[in-house]
Nanobody, 115 residues
Framework: QVQLVESGGGLVQPGGSLTLSCAAS????????MGWYRQAPGEQRELVAT???????NYADSVKGRFTISRDKAKNTVYLQMSSLKVEDTAVYYC?????????WGQGTQVTVSS
């Protein structure tokens, strides 16, 4: 089994920055990809950013140029650096890991952007 623990969420003013972390532990063999998704109240969960084992990244159009995903392979940890945050970025952010075609999710961390 794989466990994912997110951290770094919180309350920030518009224009501010936050960095989320997601640490994977347990039966880690060969991670295919890790990423971040988010879900706002009343909305469906949506992709924010992903990074593959080879380092390829993919971003939602809404966060391009503002968010950066990175990964520390040695620590099995993925990060999401968020800057120029907007009110519409408010959501619960979930970490996702894909390994051997199995998908694992973290418990989520709340990000609130408000003045």
């Amino acid at each position: 089994q794989v466990q994912l623990v997110e951290s770094g969420g919180g309350l920030v003013q518009p224009g501010g920055s936050l960095t989320l972390s997601c640490a994977a532990s347990g039966s880690i063999f060969s991670i295919n990809a890790m990423g971040w998704y988010r879900q706002a109240p009343g909305e469906q969960r949506e992709l924010v950013a992903t990074i593959t084992s080879g380092g390829s990244t993919n971003y939602a159009d809404s966060v391009k140029g503002r968010f950066t995903i990175s990964r520390d392979k040695a620590k099995n940890t993925v990060y999401l650096q968020m800057s120029s945050l907007k009110v519409e970025d408010t959501a619960v952010y979930y970490c996702r890991l894909v390994q051997r075609f199995l998908t694992y999710w973290g418990q989520g961390t709340q990000v609130t952007v408000s003045s």
